[in-house]
C-alpha cells in the first residue's frame, strides 16, 4: 500500500460515518487531521473528503496547499494537474483546458496583451478567486485542514454541491465505464 493511501485510509476512518449533517458542518469548521507530515510528503498530493467536499492537498517547494478538487471552469480533476510557476506564482494547471489558478489564493491567472503598448507583450492577469482555497496546518508532524467556509460564492463551489456530485459526476461516471 502506498504512503498515500495509509493517509487516506487514517483520515477516512476519523471522518463521518455516525455522524449527523449537523455535526459534520461543526466538525468541517475545526482543524481535521489529514495524516503524518512525512507521509503527505512523500505522496506530494492527497485527496480527502472532509465535510462533504473534495480537497486537493498538495506539498510543493516546501509548502502545503489545499485547493477544492474540481477546477471552478468546468470540474476539471486537479489532482491530476501539473504544477508550474506563472508571474512567479506557483499554480495547478487543469489538465482538461489548461486553466491555471494560484495555489496560495485561488486566482484564475490568464496572458493579456495591451495593444497601446508597444513592442506588444503578454502580461499575466488575474481574473480574481475562482477556486476556493483552505487552510493547511501542522503540529508535531501531524497536518490539518480547516476549511474555508466564508460567506460569498466562488466558482469552484458550484462542482461541491450535492447535484453536481449526486447526479453530473455520477452520469459522467456511467459514460465513460
Ligand atoms: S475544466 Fe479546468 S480548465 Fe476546463
Redesign the pocket.
Known amino acids: 500500500m502506498s504512503s498515500s493511501d495509509d493517509v487516506s485510509k487514517s483520515a477516512e476512518k476519523v471522518w463521518g460515518e455516525n455522524m449527523s449533517s449537523d455535526e459534520e458542518v461543526a466538525a468541517a469548521s475545526r482543524p481535521y487531521f489529514i495524516g503524518k507530515k512525512e507521509n503527505i510528503i512523500q505522496a506530494r498530493r492527497v485527496l480527502k473528503s472532509v465535510g462533504g467536499r473534495d480537497v486537493l492537498v498538495m506539498y510543493h517547494q516546501g509548502d502545503f496547499y489545499a485547493i477544492d478538487a474540481r477546477?471552478?471552469?468546468?470540474?476539471?480533476p486537479?489532482q491530476e494537474g501539473d504544477i508550474e510557476d506563472f508571474d512567479g506564482r506557483p499554480c495547478i494547471v487543469?489538465?482538461?483546458?489548461?486553466?491555471k489558478i494560484t495555489l496560495d489564493e485561488g486566482e484564475g491567472l490568464y496572458q493579456a496583451v495591451d495593444p497601446s503598448v508597444k513592442p506588444l507583450k503578454p502580461t499575466w492577469c488575474s481574473k480574481g478567486i475562482k477556486q476556493r482555497i483552505h487552510t493547511v496546518t501542522e503540529s508535531n508532524g501531524d497536518v490539518f485542514l480547516t476549511l474555508n467556509n466564508s460567506p460569498g460564492a466562488i466558482d469552484s463551489d458550484y462542482y461541491q454541491t450535492e447535484k453536481y456530485r449526486d447526479t453530473i459526476l455520477k452520469e459522467g461516471r456511467k459514460k465513460t465505464n
Open positions: 477546477c471552478y471552469h468546468s470540474g476539471g486537479l487543469c489538465p482538461w483546458h489548461k486553466y
